[in-house]
């Protein structure tokens, strides 16, 4: 989720008008429309988080603990809403991402005591290089588009579709190149997932 945020906020106009911008839906619903899947985008990472955790605790046979957070998140969900109104729509978007976040902190807190403790070094070591990597691709995949974007003229949807390609592929190949040189255990489990299904 980390590198795919990272592109969505990246490319997110691009990926709105290629989408969306036609006919009625202008540059202005655009911008806006980009705006809020940034913050999906900034979201996608704890969204992810909390499902993995909460099946952890049905897989150990424990269902109340999500349960009992889920309930106060109910609370939590309104709270963040009345405060982030102000914002806009962009402000509820966020207020279900602080939400997520608070449950993704509860539900970690609470497998750390149920198991007697969890790798946070390894974790913190892992999640950080993650998202450097996947903050310059990001930047590299933005860069492509800029670069595409200015020396491209007559900009139409088959042309948006072309640069909007390009961008993300060249993002992701930068995030597979940089990835692979950290050799972290994550990565490596997941590329060997691979090459057996693939083998199969």
Request: with cysteine; glycine share 8%; net charge positive.
């Amino acid at each position: 989720m980390l590198p795919l945020s990272a592109l969505m906020i990246a490319l997110s106009t691009s990926v709105v008008q290629v989408v969306y911008q036609r006919g009625a839906f202008q540059t202005q619903a655009s911008q806006l429309v980009a705006t809020v899947l940034i913050a999906y985008a900034i979201g996608m990472f704890v969204y992810l988080s909390r499902d993995v955790l909460v099946r952890v605790f049905y897989a150990l046979g424990d269902s109340d603990t999500p349960f009992k957070i889920s309930l106060v998140n109910i609370f939590l969900n309104a709270l963040f809403d009345y405060l982030l109104l102000p914002f806009g729509v962009q402000g509820l978007v966020l207020a279900t991402v602080s939400v997520n976040v608070v449950s993704v902190i509860a539900l970690t807190y609470f497998l750390n005591q149920r198991l007697g403790g969890l790798p946070w070094r390894s974790w913190a070591a892992s999640i950080c290089g993650l998202t450097l990597i996947s903050i310059l691709s990001g930047v590299t995949s933005w860069g492509v588009l800029t670069a595409l974007q200015n020396g491209w003229s007559a900009p139409n949807f088959l042309t948006q579709a072309v640069q909007l390609g390009l961008a993300g592929a060249s993002g992701l190949l930068a995030f597979g190149l940089m990835v692979s040189q950290f050799k972290l255990p994550e990565v490596e489990m997941f590329t060997q997932q691979i090459r057996r299904r693939l083998g199969q």
